[in-house]
């Protein structure tokens, strides 16, 4: 039975207790063995760390010990797989850039903010994580990020939508959903998420189960497992 762990706390004006229950729901339904905590001394162990399959942060503007990102870290890249969304993977420890170079980005603004109405773009690829998922409309908060050029963007949105001082740029597309690696650990992100009822939304219910999927199965390909899961067990050169 593969292990996970949620984390959730800080501003809890994006629901994380609400939204772990959800990724726990997921995860469970799964066939997972699901930890939730609701603080960062859960990431004290990072032997513990490394006997998980998959680490899901929900954890929005806060400070961390380096010793945490360091474990954290550590069992990434060991082969245990990370994924979250919004600002609770990627808005979480803003003063610590080694925790923005492993998710692969960094919250920056959101142009409008909640109720932005706005169009989310899946990328033509191969990756089975968007396999036949069309693009849908949103309205929420549309995430403008600093992003890895290093990772692979599997969906994307177009700025500008809200006024700002950002709208005398070019458009650009900016990434939504994403993997990238970690040591050999999996990363999957997605900005969508700003409360519950984002989450629920079909295609963004169904990327996260997916990403989750996708991300754990990391560490069974790294000790020479076969794949025992829906969107799993995927080869490097597949997403």
Known sequence: ???????????????????????????????YDVEVS?????????????????????????????????????AVQ???????CHGGMCDAFRSNVDWQFMTG?????????????????IVNSSSPLVEGIEDFDVS?????LHVDPAIEVL??????????????????????????RWGVGRVFYCSLGHQADVIELAPVKEMMRRGFLWVAEGKAQVEGKSSDGAYTGMQDSQV
């Open 1 to 31: 039975m593969k292990k996970a762990l949620i984390v959730w706390g800080g501003w809890l004006g994006h629901q994380p207790e609400e939204v772990s229950a959800i990724f726990r729901g997921i995860l469970e339904n799964e066939g």
């Open 38 to 74: 609701d603080t960062l001394a859960a990431f004290d162990d990072a032997e513990k760390l490394k006997s998980l399959d998959l680490i899901i942060p929900v954890w929005t503007m806060s400070e961390i010990s380096q010793e945490r990102v360091d474990n954290v870290s550590a």
């Open 78 to 84: 060991s082969g245990v797989g990370l994924a979250g």
């Open 105 to 121: 980005g960094n919250w920056v603004a959101h142009p409008g903010n909640d109720g932005t109405n706005h169009r989310i773009n």
């Open 140 to 144: 929420t908060e549309q995430y403008y």
């Open 155 to 180: 969906a994307t949105t177009r700025f500008p939508v809200a006024d700002g001082p950002h709208i005398h740029n070019k458009a650009v597309d900016m990434p939504v959903v994403w993997t990238k």
